[in-house]
């Protein structure tokens, strides 16, 4: 795999790399194709947005108006 400093691949700041020249569009590219899959290593979560910040709040009929 090319070494690449992680400050210039950072995600946050490869565009602004990129425009200044600090950072080869070729260089990235074979970078990038040379990551491992790491697809098997994820974790799903199940988040309810329908629940608000609160969490799993209910309101009680009285609070619903």
Do not use: C, F, H
Not at 4 to 23: A, I
Not at 32 to 44: C, F, I, Q, W
């Amino acid at each position: 795999m090319a070494e690449l400093s992680p400050y210039l691949v950072d995600k946050r700041v490869v565009e602004r790399n990129l425009r200044r020249g600090l950072l080869d569009p070729k260089e990235l590219e074979r970078w990038l194709r040379e990551l491992p899959d790491r697809s098997d290593n994820v974790a799903t979560i199940v988040v309810d947005a329908a629940a608000g910040p609160g969490g799993s709040e209910r309101r009680s009929e009285d609070d619903r108006g």
